[in-house]
């Protein structure tokens, strides 16, 4: 968890652990470049603490700057038993060449899990699809599992009669695995207060036996529009967009990814 709030991405947290366990000194600093390393780990490095699953404290690094090759990263130690170490060392890790320090990110939101949707087992119950500019390609499905697919207009309880069960299937299978990039939309509050005033492009509603979300996708723009005009760039980004979690935290995901639930409802039907 990261910060008993969020559930943290599993590939950072297999990428610190793979360090935990793979670093190793490479060589000690210098002599004569002993203070000046000292100044530069005092004055900007990360701290990192390391306790054990009963809370124990373990240790601490002090993550400092990388060495004058890019091979290796001054560090300092501080143990329970030994207190701060009076000399840094420069560290490497097994099989990878370059900067530790980037491994050990301090902005939340990078830690942040951004798995949105997780069914691998189909536990779902029930999807509504809306398109606030097209409402007429609205769609609404529910599920019980195996065959048991039905097919609604978004505005009628009544189910469709005629259309193609595999195709709706297919698309329940994209509700297996879904996730954004990233929660750092580079967007300031007011900002990302005026996307989310704005009218999604599409609302997707997923509920299963437990609880219902609610995604909601904006386009993203690449320039303001006088930026646009003057530099002869697209305003809108080809390659990303705005999503909205159920809590209306915005944060950008990749187009190609989500580009697979925007089907009208005609892609349902038989002709």
């Not at 950072?12 to 390393?37: D, G, H, M």
């Not at 990303?240 to 697979?260: F, N």
Request: negative net charge; aromatic residues 10%.
């Amino acid at each position: 968890m990261v910060n008993d709030k969020f559930r943290a991405r599993e590939d950072a947290i297999q990428t610190i652990l793979k360090t935990f366990k793979n670093i190793y000194v490479q060589r000690p600093v210098k002599k004569e470049a002993v203070e000046t390393s000292l100044r530069i780990i005092a004055g900007g490095s990360k701290k990192v603490e390391i306790f054990d699953r009963e809370g124990n404290w373990i240790k601490t690094w002090y993550v400092g700057h990388a060495s004058k090759d890019n091979k290796g990263t001054h560090m300092l130690l501080e143990t329970p038993g030994g207190g701060k170490s009076p000399n840094p060392f420069i560290m490497d890790m097994k099989g990878f060449i370059g900067m530790l320090n980037t491994r050990f990110f301090t902005d939340e939101n990078e830690w942040r899990s951004v798995g949105i949707l997780n069914y691998p087992n189909m536990d779902i119950r029930e999807v509504e699809v809306t398109y606030p500019d097209e409402l007429e390609k609205s769609f609404r499905i529910t599920y019980g599992g195996g065959n048991d697919i039905k097919l609604y207009r978004h505005d009628s309880e009544k189910e469709i009669s005629v259309y193609d069960t595999s195709v709706v299937k297919d698309y329940l299978l994209n509700f297996k695995l879904a996730s954004f990039e990233n929660y750092k939309t580079g967007l300031s509050p007011a900002e990302t207060d005026s996307v989310l005033q704005l009218t999604p492009y599409q609302v997707i509603r997923v509920k299963d036996n437990s609880r219902e979300r609610t995604i909601r996708l904006w386009p993203k723009k690449v320039l303001s529009e006088e930026d646009a005009a003057d530099r002869i760039e697209p305003e809108v980004d080809g390659d990303r967009v705005y999503a909205a979690t159920t809590a209306g935290e915005l944060a950008l995901a990749q187009r190609y990814g989500w580009d697979k639930f925007r089907a009208p409802i005609e892609a349902f039907l038989v002709e």
